[in-house]
C-alpha cells in the first residue's frame, strides 16, 4: 500500500469553527489532492498540488483552502465550516508518468459539521 | 461538462458467476482509463488501468471502445470478496487534476 495517512480519521466540529485536516505522504509524490465524497456524487475535487507551494483550485474549491510547504505534507482548510462540508475527504497522490494519472488514496477523513 | 456515466446497480450476482459492467464518457479527448475499487467505508484502491488494446489481469478483463466511448469491465469465476463499489475514472487530458470520477457501481456476490 503508498505510504499515505490522513489525520484526523475522524471529527465532529461545529458550524463556523475552523477545521485543519492534514495529509502525509512517505512516498516522494509530486502530486498530491483533496476530494471529497458525498452520496449520489463521485469523488468530487477540491484542491491540488503539483509541488511545494503550488497549488490550484478544483471543482468544488469554495470554502476550502489548501497549503503545502513540504512535499510530503498537503493541508486542507475549512476556514469557517459549513453542514455543507459534512462528508468523507480523501488524499490522494500521483507520480504523473506519460499519460499515466494513477492516483493512490489515503484512508479518509470523516467530517460532520454540527 | 465531463461526464462518466455508470449504472450505480447494485448488482446481485451468485458466487462463481461472470459479471460484466460498462462505463461511458463523454469526453472524446479523454486519454486515460482506470477502474477502482472501494469497499464500504474504505478508500478507492486501483484495480487496473485500461488500455486501448484491453488488458486481462487474472479473472479481469478490461476493454476500451473508443469509438463509441466506454470502458468494460469483466469479472470471471466471481468470489464473495469482490463484492464492492466498482469506480470508473478517466482522464480529460490536460494536467493532472483532469480525473473524472464515476459514482460507482455496486456489486454483490452472493452465496
Known amino acids: 500500500d503508498a505510504g499515505i495517512t490522513q489525520s484526523p480519521r475522524h471529527k465532529v466540529t461545529e458550524t463556523g469553527t475552523p477545521v485543519t485536516l492534514r495529509c502525509h505522504q512517505t512516498?516522494?509524490?509530486?502530486?498530491m489532492y483533496w476530494y471529497r465524497q458525498d452520496p449520489g456524487h463521485g469523488l468530487r475535487l477540491i484542491h491540488y498540488?503539483?509541488?511545494?507551494?503550488?497549488?490550484d483550485k478544483g471543482e468544488v474549491s469554495d470554502g476550502y483552502s489548501v497549503s503545502r510547504s513540504k512535499t510530503e505534507d498537503f493541508l486542507l482548510t475549512l476556514e469557517s465550516a459549513t453542514s455543507s462540508q459534512t462528508s468523507v475527504y480523501f488524499c490522494?497522490?500521483?507520480?504523473?508518468?506519460?499519460?499515466?494519472?494513477?492516483?493512490?488514496f489515503g484512508p479518509g477523513t470523516r467530517l460532520t459539521v454540527t | 461538462r465531463k461526464e462518466v456515466e455508470q449504472d450505480p446497480g447494485p448488482f446481485n450476482v451468485p458466487e462463481g458467476a461472470t459479471v460484466a459492467f460498462n462505463c461511458t464518457y463523454s469526453?472524446?479527448?479523454?486519454?486515460?482509463f482506470f477502474w477502482y475499487r472501494q469497499d464500504c467505508r474504505k478508500e478507492p484502491k486501483l484495480l487496473m488501468s485500461?488500455?486501448?488494446s484491453g488488458n486481462e489481469d487474472g479473472r479481469f478483463t478490461a476493454q476500451l471502445n473508443r469509438a463509441s466511448q466506454y470502458i468494460s469491465l469483466l469479472i470471471r469465476d466471481s468470489k464473495l470478496s469482490d463484492s464492492a463499489t466498482y469506480l470508473c475514472?478517466?482522464?480529460?487530458?490536460?494536467?493532472?487534476?483532469?480525473?473524472?470520477f464515476g459514482k460507482g457501481t455496486h456489486l454483490i456476490i452472493q452465496p
Open positions: 490522494a497522490i500521483s507520480e504523473v508518468q506519460g499519460a499515466s494519472y494513477e492516483q493512490y
Open positions: 512516498e516522494n509524490h509530486r502530486y
Open positions: 498540488s503539483y509541488g511545494v507551494k503550488d497549488t
Open positions: 469526453n472524446s479527448a479523454s486519454q486515460s
Open positions: 485500461v488500455y486501448s
Open positions: 475514472v478517466v482522464t480529460s487530458g490536460g494536467g493532472a487534476d483532469g480525473l473524472t
